[in-house]
């Protein structure tokens, strides 16, 4: 037998029923799926297989083979290896599913046994047929066919192994597939196992989380109050019996309060801290007994505190508890707001009330204090303003607010534009000064305080160095009003260039003075210190060098020059100059105009000279002066009085001072009784408005009157013009019974003979000037026209506005009211031109020239005010010697 014919028969797991053991149908798609196979070498074997994995799907049994059960049990324990192949399933050998699969499968194995039965037919007849002749070449063949069938068997063989390994693979992947979805069953079983666990733990862990946030809650609100208990008890544990020591509690209340206090934000910080601290622990209640989450009870929290009325859809009885307590901190945060805003608002508007907010202006006229001068300051700031559209006027003073704006408000006069801001403050904190912007102010205006001048003038003198000390430094110059002469020195010297002095009660008593000697000068000082009219403007006009004073004089249709600021003396302002003076390069014109704008320089007009009618120089005479009252610069009029008069002239001095104590305060005041060469002082005593003593005077005898506001009642402007007025009445009363009746002149019920007729005609006789403080007295004097008078707080306050607008401005008039040098004047109109002489204006300046005068202004023979800087100068005109001219020329 060949070897063909006892072919090894396989080994148990390589079993033709093992190759292909039955598989669920579902399975079939997966084995493609997990590892793609390898063309087959037997292509009916291929359809074989794929015929039988269609056969098995559409005869699934309703369970799995008991095969992938063992292999299941066989994996999951590790019975087997990938070097040992598993055991062969114990399928049975006559099963009826595995007989057709069977035949399929192994027909490969039959078509190879039949082969073999051929092929050992032919080689039998080949050896039949070659008997004997061919025994040599047969011998020859058979090594030949042994390797051939040794061969064959060989790759017959790899093919068998290949094939039964391709099936354990395919099988393998099977089981495989069957485990893992039990394993998939079993696992989502422990899941659902796992969540219900973890639901329970979760459910527990959040209960305990609500709970504690209630506890927590609870633990907060308490926590401070232990804290206050404890505070006390320790206070009361570690204090002894006799000690002065502070409790704890003490010390930290004041801290509270100090912190509350010093920093201005400390109660919205509080308010605030507090609404987020009820917001939080609200939340955590709320948390603790709803489902909510902690986000939407914070929300929930910040509702019932913004509004309490949400608490009213709260279900179930702790929301509604937690919810009220909620909206009930609420209410009450919501009332402190309330206070809290309220208080806010209340001081800002108190702060601007009170006037205790800053001034945001620049190049404004600063004010500081109050007196009765600023009615008149006011109004004349408002005047010089008006060109410019109206200007700023910030007013401080130690006063209320509102109280200073409603006294203004009472001033009858128009602003013209102008606005008044008022602050409360004193001039000497520094805090106060830049809360009116003092550094960018173009003038500071100090006025003095009623009362004591020395008292005054040393608060003035301390508002000086207050602003000398302003770190900012001042953009304007200082005008500061001073009542008595003598501290005048010590305010400059604190001030330096920056001030500039006005001594009210000096400049009041030499005004009087000149007044009472030339009756009608009053009302020119007001038209020429005012700024209705014209006033003094000082302006450089380059196109003037090189021309002398006398041309320069009839230069200017519309102004009238007064002087020179010469430039090479340091910018020194003289007055009147002479005619042959010649401008320099950088001088400037003092001139009176009506406003800084409305002149300018001409061509030269044909301006005939002329000669003075008669050159004379009018003769003093001695004359007798009475001073009513008595002021605190008695003896600064006394000297100037003596320079003026002359020799042989009495001063006549009735007022209530005793006389023994009179000649002590005057040489207090620094006056030398012994030095009077002009005038001799008689003294009398008594009260001016008592009747009797008055008519103890020859008061038809005086050539001036002057009534001075006492120094006892000067504190009060009312109290002063009532006494000054009922001496003027009580004086031309007296003078009118004394003096003869010149004219019975009848005006229906109203005649000559009456008692204001008759003081009208002592008034002819006789000058008297009245200080006047109160502006208001002014009307009543004006319409009686009993006197001339003075109207002392409203010059001062001109001469403090004109100073203000241009500093320059202090020297021309602290030169026209020294004792020397130029002054004001009225001039008789016989001593430039003859009796209906036709002239123009032009013409009358320069004769006046001759007499070194320059005349400003005329006051025709009826008319009742003079005319300063007046229009038409070059129209030609009939004057008469009876008019009068008023001129500023040296003191004689």
Not at 480 to 503: A, M, Q, Y
Not at 615 to 624: A, G, H, I, Q, R
Not at 814 to 829: C, V
């Amino acid at each position: 037998m060949s070897s063909f014919d006892s072919e090894p028969s396989p080994p148990p797991h390589l079993h033709r029923d093992w190759f292909f053991p039955s598989a669920p149908p579902f399975l079939s798609p997966l084995r493609t799926l997990t590892k793609p196979r390898k063309p087959s070498l037997f292509p009916s074997t291929r359809r074989a297989s794929k015929h039988y994995l269609r056969d098995s799907r559409s005869q699934r049994p309703p369970a799995a083979p008991p095969l992938l059960a063992r292999s299941a049990s066989g994996l999951s324990s590790g019975s087997f290896s990938s070097s040992q192949p598993p055991p062969p399933p114990s399928i049975p050998r006559r099963d009826q599913r595995y007989a057709g699969v069977r035949r399929k499968v192994c027909f490969d194995v039959t078509l190879k046994r039949d082969e073999k039965t051929r092929s050992d037919s032919r080689k039998s007849a080949m050896e039949h047929n070659s008997t004997g002749v061919n025994l040599g070449a047969g011998k020859i063949r058979w090594p030949a066919a042994v390797s051939t069938a040794l061969i064959i068997m060989c790759f017959a063989s790899l093919l068998h192994k290949n094939f039964s390994l391709q099936n354990q693979v395919i099988d393998l992947q099977d089981q495989l597939v069957v485990i893992k979805s039990r394993l998939q069953s079993r696992l989502v079983d422990s899941y659902l196992d796992i969540d219900e666990i973890v639901s329970h733990e979760s459910s527990y862990m959040y209960k305990s989380l609500k709970n504690s946030s209630i506890l927590l809650s609870l633990a907060m609100l308490s926590i401070p109050l232990v804290i206050i208990k404890y505070i006390d008890c320790l206070s009361m544990l570690r204090k002894p019996a006799e000690s002065e020591e502070v409790p704890l509690n003490k010390q930290l209340a004041y801290r509270v309060d100090v912190f509350l206090s010093v920093h201005p934000y400390a109660k919205p910080l509080a308010l605030l801290f507090a609404t987020l601290l009820l917001i939080c622990l609200g939340g955590l209640a709320l948390f603790g007994v709803t489902d909510d989450s902690f986000a939407d009870c914070l929300w929930l929290s910040w509702t019932y505190v913004a509004d309490s009325g949400n608490h009213a859809n709260s279900v179930g009885v702790g929301p509604k508890l937690v919810s009220i307590s909620i909206s009930f901190g609420g209410m009450l945060i919501f009332a402190m707001m309330l206070g809290l805003v309220s208080d806010a608002i209340s001081e800002k508007f108190d702060s601007l009330r009170k006037g205790k907010s800053e001034v945001v202006e620049k190049n404004h006229t600063l004010i500081l204090g109050w007196s009765d001068k600023l009615g008149s300051l006011l109004n004349q700031l408002a005047i010089a303003n008006e060109s410019l559209s109206g200007g700023i006027v910030v007013v401080m003073a130690e006063r209320d607010k509102e109280q200073m704006e409603s006294d203004i408000a009472k001033m009858e006069f128009d602003f013209k534009g102008t606005s008044v801001i008022c602050r409360s403050g004193s001039p000497l904190i520094l805090a106060d000064l830049k809360k009116v912007s003092v550094s960018k102010a173009r003038a500071i205006v100090v006025l003095a305080e009623d009362g004591n001048a020395d008292q005054s003038d040393a608060r003035a003198l301390r508002t000086v160095l207050s602003l000398t000390g302003v770190k900012e430094g001042l953009r304007g110059h200082i005008v500061v009003e001073l009542s008595d002469l003598d501290n005048e020195v010590l305010v400059k010297l604190v001030g330096g260039d920056l001030i500039e002095t006005v001594v009210a009660h000096d400049v009041i008593g030499r005004l009087m003075i000149q007044c009472a000697r030339q009756p009608g000068l009053a009302q020119i000082w007001e038209d020429i210190l005012g700024f209705e009219n014209c006033e003094f403007y000082i302006k450089r006009w380059p196109q003037l060098d090189g021309m002398h004073f006398e041309d320069v004089l009839i230069s200017f249709p519309d102004a009238i020059p007064c002087g020179i600021k010469v430039a090479s003396y340091g910018g020194k302002i003289i007055l009147n100059p002479d005619d042959s003076y010649v401008l320099q390069e950088g001088d400037e014109i003092l001139v009176i105009a009506e406003d800084d704008d409305t002149y300018a320089p001409t061509t030269l007009p044909k301006v005939g000279r002329g000669y003075l009618p008669k050159d004379f120089v009018l003769p003093k005479s001695p004359e007798n002066i009475l001073f009513c009252g008595w002021r605190r610069d008695m003896e600064d009029m006394i000297m100037v009085l003596d320079a003026f008069l002359a020799p042989g002239s009495e001063l006549w001095m009735f007022n209530d001072v005793p006389e023994n104590e009179r000649a002590g305060k005057l040489e207090a005041g620094g006056l030398d009784l012994s030095r009077l060469e002009n005038i001799t002082l008689v003294n009398r005593e008594g009260n001016a408005v008592i009747r009797r003593n008055l008519e103890s005077l020859p008061l038809e005898s005086f050539n001036s009157i002057l009534i001075l506001a006492d120094e006892s009642v000067e504190d009060s402007a009312i109290q002063a013009d009532s006494r000054s007025l009922a001496t003027l009445l009580l004086i031309r009363d007296i003078q009118a019974k004394r003096l003869p009746v010149v004219s019975h002149l009848h005006r229906g019920s109203f005649s000559q003979v009456s008692w204001i007729g008759e003081m009208q005609q002592a008034s002819v006789k006789s000058v008297i000037i009245s200080e006047i403080l109160d502006p208001r007295t002014k009307n009543l004097l004006s319409m009686s026209k009993i006197s001339d008078y003075v109207l002392s707080n409203e010059l001062v306050s001109m001469a403090l506005a004109m100073v203000a607008e241009d500093r320059q401005i202090n020297d021309v008039l602290e030169e026209l009211f020294a004792e020397e040098g130029n002054e004001m004047q009225i001039r008789s109109a016989d001593l430039y031109l003859r009796e209906e002489e036709e002239m123009n204006f032009f013409e009358i300046i320069l004769r006046a020239r001759q007499r070194k005068e320059i005349v400003i202004g005329y006051r025709l023979e009826n008319a009742e005010r003079a005319i300063i800087n007046p229009p038409g100068k070059g129209v030609r005109r009939r004057w008469s010697s009876r008019d009068i001219f008023v001129v500023i020329a040296e003191k004689e």
